[in-house]
């Protein structure tokens, strides 16, 4: 048994954000139905590497789920609608404000068709005076604290390549999500969950809005920046944190040739050995992590003097058998290609039926009861017959509901 089998999830989701919330309940054993307007979720064609076949843009975020097409703006669209989400324990959906409203379901009337339905709402911003506004993965960064602190000093703020904007919301609305399922259980009434993006990455920002509060009180000395003014500034590959961290140069020296090093007090003297340093950990000037504070540029020169000879998994050994943490900077080619990740679960290959094989991410949640498979996402309305027929809908009616635009 799966930990969220008997779930019924009814997803209105499109692009990232909401795909990616639904893909994990879906991982988790949710039987995820994806409901899209006949011509599809708009990412089936975005970004297309393979002619007139679904693109990894939506494979890799609509695996484990079943798909139904459906026009609500149809009266008889709007039926099956009402009898969908009668037997939906979620509702997820991430439209602009309003649009499900405008489509004649209202919060009161959801409630009214099913009581113990939770509805989860996926929005740019809250309800203040962005309400309104259109969010994409890079605005949400942009306004949620990401941009300003990412990049170095001296440049322009920077976009993470992560995707915290639309997946790390769906993560949260995912919380939210499993919070209302726990809490029905001892009310037995549906809630709203409403997550919005902007909200979900100053969440990601926490550290920051942490330190711009530290700056009251004195320069951030844990950063290499030389001035501070009244906002945290971008810091490069600076951690930030306790203990003070930077991205390295490796051998041979291409673009992600680096590994990301941490100097914790302990590991300060087998680090100065390793470098060929080793009187630097008896040194008043280095011994301590209040001496080194003031110098950490300087620092991180003397390691990288050491590491720009080896090649990177070089380093990564020799740190790791003295137990410093470290990581290397590793590509898309080198993640794909990484036979730990594959043995792991996490880099997972997928058959489908149009374009055959493809890579994509597995789920991230590791529950010891509840192993995930990944199957294949959809066709587009390859479960129309499946889904409503159970609501009285025939082969002849469905003929006819296509034919007419309404699936």
Not at 31 to 51: A, C, F, N, Y
Not at 198 to 213: G, Y
Not at 278 to 294: F, Q
């Amino acid at each position: 048994m799966k930990a969220l089998e008997g779930v019924r999830v009814l997803d209105m989701t499109h692009v990232q954000s909401g795909p990616s919330c639904t893909q994990l309940l879906g991982w988790l054993g949710a039987d995820v139905v994806k409901l899209e307007s006949p011509t599809g979720d708009i990412t089936r064609q975005q970004l297309r590497d393979v002619p007139g076949v679904d693109s990894l843009y939506f494979t890799m975020l609509n695996c484990n789920k079943r798909s139904v097409t459906l026009n609500m703006k149809s009266e008889r669209g709007k039926e099956l609608f009402t009898e969908l989400v009668k037997d939906a324990d979620v509702l997820v959906e991430n439209f602009g404000p309003g649009a499900v409203d405008r489509m004649g379901f209202t919060w009161d009337r959801l409630q009214e068709l099913n009581p113990r339905l939770i509805y989860a709402s996926i929005k740019g911003f809250g309800t203040g005076r962005y309400a309104k506004f259109k969010a994409y993965e890079v605005i949400a960064q942009a306004m949620g604290g990401s941009m300003s602190t990412t990049g170095f000093e001296d440049g322009p703020p920077l976009a993470t390549g992560a995707q915290i904007g639309d997946s790390g919301t769906g993560i949260h609305v995912v919380a939210g999500i499993l919070a209302a399922l726990y809490q029905r259980e001892q009310t037995q009434r549906g809630q709203r969950v409403q997550v919005a993006m902007q909200h979900a990455v100053l969440n990601l920002c926490r550290v920051k809005l942490r330190d711009q509060q530290r700056l009251a009180h004195g320069p951030l000395r844990e950063y290499p920046n030389r001035t501070f003014g009244d906002e945290v500034p971008r810091s490069g590959n600076a951690s930030g944190g306790g203990q003070p961290g930077w991205a390295v140069r490796c051998a041979p020296g291409g673009p992600n040739d680096y590994i990301y090093v941490i100097v914790q007090p302990v590991g300060w003297k087998p680090l100065s050995g390793i470098i060929g340093r080793p009187e630097l950990a008896e040194d008043p000037e280095w011994a301590t992590p209040e001496a080194r504070l003031a110098k950490l540029d300087k620092m991180f020169q003397l390691i990288e003097e050491w590491t720009s000879r080896h090649d990177k998994w070089t380093v990564l050994d020799r740190l790791n058998a003295e137990n410093i943490p470290c990581g290397p900077i590793l590509s898309t080619k080198e993640l794909v290609e990484d036979e730990s990740l594959r043995e792991e679960g996490i880099v997972v290959t997928v058959d489908h039926p149009e374009r055959g094989e493809f890579t994509t991410v597995g789920s991230p949640l590791q529950l010891s009861d509840s192993p995930v498979d990944i199957t294949t996402p959809p066709l587009l309305g390859e479960h129309n017959q499946e889904i409503y027929g159970p609501l009285g809908v025939s082969a002849e009616e469905l003929a006819e509901l296509k034919t007419n635009g309404v699936i």
